[in-house]
């Protein structure tokens, strides 16, 4: 991750944060946002929602969250070599950001600023291929695995004080598992 960027998201994880995964976990390395909730989810701080391919569908539940600052994590094609993580506001967005769900994360990301008060931040991994049916690329899960070991050490510690006070951090899926596993290739 570049530099300032880690900066802004060291800066975002002081706070109480929202994490939520976009993605489609049947389009190879789009799954990236959903798998980092997978894998956090329960371990952090933080109120952690898989929103699918449909994040429009979960603006509600993130804003009811009260969280300071919202974290969308999801698989966007900004022209930079497979499985590299960049930070956005809504304004530093590329003008033409290739995605596979349909709602405009720019949209998005200045209502979640308007409706919650709270700092909206995308947290972007660069995919190498967003193939139906296809296994997320070596890349992209080095990324996941990444992401989600910094997650659970700024946030891991106030997760076990949140648990010893009766807080415990929340969780939403938009996917139920099946078989006990959350990716069909696993």
Known sequence: MRALGADRLEHCLERMPALVGIGSRWHADD???????SRVSGRVA????????????????VV?????????LDAVDFGDAPGEIALFTAEELPGRISTTHTSSLRLLMRYL??????NVLLVGIQPASVAFGEPM???VTASVDALAELLEARLGGR????LTSGLAPQTSSAWGQKG???YPWR
């Not at 109120?47 to 391919?53: F, K, P, Q, S, T």
């Not at 997760?159 to 949140?162: K, T």
């Open 31 to 37: 799954a990236a946002g959903p798998a980092v909730i």
């Open 46 to 61: 933080a109120r952690c929602i898989d929103a699918g391919d449909a994040p429009e569908r979960h603006l509600g539940e």
């Open 64 to 72: 009811e969250s009260g969280a300071d600052a919202i974290l969308l």
């Open 113 to 118: 600023e308007a409706e919650s008060n709270a």
């Open 159 to 162: 997760a076990a004080a949140a």
């Open 180 to 182: 006990g596993q959350d």
């Open 137 to 139: 690329s070596a890349a």
